[in-house]
């Protein structure tokens, strides 16, 4: 079975701070991978796909940035954090040939 | 551009009520759609998904019917219990094997009085 493990299960950072959100996805080999944010009482808004190691592609530009650098793990971070960056972050896998995602347990930032 | 759009904001039942959170999708294309489950403090669960016209998609109780003509995909589930409280999403995705782009609508927030 599956298993997608998030880190760190929640932050609190301040304005201007670097972050560094992580996802390990076990149990699956060449999943594809994907970074999702969601405001308090919002809905999921898909930021980053990645689909082999080393490739990430951008959906929305929130001044953050990803990283693929092992076939299990993807990476968010910015170097410096804005208010509007307070949120849940959510990764998801899928398999190549499927259509639906599932997604890990979140963590909460909360920048102030 | 594809949007999905849920209709109720919150509903608010009493346990074993009929439970109908309507969605509405606007689509270039001929996309699948979903319905995932999110409970607080978690990270949204698939729930089911239908993939062409008049197919119905179904898990624990909860069902939907793909409408082409009428661009629906109403969640229903004939008597709630105090544990469906959640958030529900009704999404939109095509049959991409690289982006796999999921688009959500804004949620329905279901309270279940016991």
């Known amino acids: 079975a599956q298993t997608i493990h998030q880190w760190p299960v929640a932050e609190i950072k301040a304005v201007g701070s670097p972050l560094s959100l992580g996802c390990t996805i076990k149990g699956k080999s060449s999943p594809n991978l994907y970074w999702y944010w969601q405001a308090t009482g919002g809905t999921l808004q898909q930021l980053f796909y990645s689909i082999t190691v080393g490739q990430v592609e951008s959906v929305v530009q929130l001044n953050l940035s990803a990283s693929r650098p092992k076939d299990d793990q993807f990476i968010l971070s910015t170097e410096k954090l804005l208010l509007s960056h307070s949120g849940f972050y959510l990764c998801?896998?899928?398999?190549?040939?499927?259509?639906?995602?599932?997604f890990g347990p979140g963590t909460r930032l909360t920048v102030l | 551009g594809d949007s999905v759009t849920q209709t109720e904001g919150q509903v608010a039942l009493s346990e074993e009520d009929f439970l109908t959170i309507h969605c509405n999708y606007s689509?270039?294309?001929?996309?699948?759609l979903f319905w995932y489950v999110q409970y607080p403090g978690e990270g949204p669960q698939f729930l089911f998904r239908a993939s062409r016209d008049k197919e119905k998609g179904s898990s624990r109780g909860f069902e939907a019917t793909y409408d082409k003509g009428t661009t629906s995909f109403h969640l229903r589930k004939a008597s709630v219990q105090e544990s469906d409280s959640a958030v529900y999403y009704c999404a939109l995705g095509y049959m991409n094997y690289n982006q796999g782009k999921l688009i959500f609508g804004q949620g329905t927030k279901l309270s279940i009085k016991p």
């Open positions: 998801a896998w899928k398999r190549d040939w499927g259509y639906e995602q599932y």
């Open positions: 689509a270039s294309g001929y996309p699948a």
